[in-house]
């Protein structure tokens, strides 16, 4: 797999003055494809996707989802359209520029020799722009956290921005999944460690948004409280 060919799923939800950089960024990769998955967003995201994908023809996709909205749903249905996909490689990452499309072909790399590859910025030379304290302590404990209680040993759990070869992503099982938000994240991350894939992690600068807001809400906190405890659960009685 020398020039791996990537197929990046971001889901977007009102992420209308976000979308066209990120796109613009994104197809400076050539073996790069986009794959937009939106939730019907308010502000007409879905529109501007649809132009970008006329814009890059044949590199630009959008699914406009209707009913229940959510980010775990959203990248559901992505990776299920991704597996039908002709790439090495499916990436995931956000919408709002705070991962760095300059950084996608480090995490590319990265899966010439992992299974699952996590931009992290808990590694040497990771880092993050534009986080007050209080946030950057609730996203260090929530890391601790979650390691202590999963055991997984990856230093960012909930990091957004990944890479995972085609072979690791098939073997999820899709069908069982019902978390949203950073639960979902850690789901899949242990549900593939499980599996026994390889999971690397390489350093990514993340930068907070400058336009939109967080979708953040307190229900996606307090799920990720529980969770870790009930995929620990269930992964003992299976
Ligand atoms: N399709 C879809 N995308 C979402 C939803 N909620 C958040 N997103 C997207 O998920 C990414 C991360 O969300 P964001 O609000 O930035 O979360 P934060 O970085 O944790 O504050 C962004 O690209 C959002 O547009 C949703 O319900 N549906
Ligand atoms: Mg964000």
């Known amino acids: 797999m020398t020039e791996p060919r990537a197929l990046v799923i971001v889901p977007t939800y009102n992420e209308r003055e976000n979308l066209p ?7 400076r990769h050539p073996n790069v494809r986009l794959l937009v998955v939106d939730d019907q967003s308010p502000d007409g995201t879905g529109e501007v996707a649809d132009a970008l994908a006329r814009q890059y023809a044949g590199r630009v996709e959008v699914m406009h989802r209707t009913g229940p909205r959510g980010l775990g749903r959203s990248y559901l249905d992505g990776f ?6 002709d790439v090495d490689v499916v990436c995931q990452m956000d919408a709002d520029l705070s991962h760095d499309p300059a950084q996608l072909p480090a995490l590319m790399a990265g899966a010439t020799r992992a299974d699952v590859v996590i931009g992290s910025r808990y590694v040497a030379g990771g880092a993050i722009v534009n986080w007050p304290h209080r946030r950057r302590l609730l996203s260090r404990f929530a890391n601790l956290y979650i390691r202590t209680v999963t055991r997984l040993r990856v230093r960012d759990c909930t990091s957004g921005y990944r890479c995972w070869r085609c072979a690791a992503l098939a073997g999820l099982p899709l069908d069982r999944i019902r978390s949203e938000g950073y639960s979902f994240l850690i789901e899949t991350l242990f549900m593939a460690a499980r599996g026994g894939a390889r999971v690397a992690e ?8 400058r336009q939109g807001e967080s979708k953040l809400s307190r229900g996606v906190i307090v799920e990720s409280i529980w969770k870790p405890w009930l995929l620990v659960a269930s992964s003992r009685t299976e």
């Open 80 to 85: 299920r359209k991704a597996a039908a996909a």
């Open 21 to 27: 950089l990120l796109t613009d960024q994104l197809m």
């Open 202 to 209: 390489v350093p990514i600068t993340f930068v907070e948004r």
